[in-house]
């Protein structure tokens, strides 16, 4: 009736980041309300209106984010409102971001609504 497996092959659906670590996508019919952490990636198509904590984040085109975050890596696509902590910030040409910033590295593509205040993390 069980059995045992050594298949160790990931499903068909998961996703590998360089560091090895899967993925996480919120799908764009997810809204989520409160704390999102993870220890790897997250990719938000969908809305979050909270914390977010993790090691990249990415806000995709349709992705809506209001609240903090707090990555090593973040890059908006999307809509942001609140406070971003970071080491490494890209803004790309369809973001709309409104923002109080903490970073080391930023990148802002032409096109890209930015509006708030920018500081640079001390070494």
Request: charge should be neutral.
């Amino acid at each position: 009736m069980f059995s045992k497996t050594n298949d160790q092959t990931l499903p068909v659906n998961a996703l590998q980041t360089s560091s090895g670590f899967s993925k996480s996508v919120l799908a764009a019919d997810l809204a989520i309300t409160g704390e999102v952490i993870s220890s790897s990636a997250i990719e938000v198509l969908g809305k979050i209106d909270g914390k977010i904590t993790a090691k990249s984040l990415t806000v995709g085109v349709e992705g809506r984010v209001k609240g903090s975050i707090s990555a090593d890596n973040v890059d908006l696509r999307g809509t942001f409102d609140g406070t971003i902590a970071t080491q490494s910030l890209s803004l790309r040409a369809s973001c709309a971001v409104q923002a109080e910033v903490r970073y080391t590295t930023l990148s802002i593509e032409s096109g890209a609504l930015v509006e708030g205040q920018f500081k640079v993390n001390k070494a």
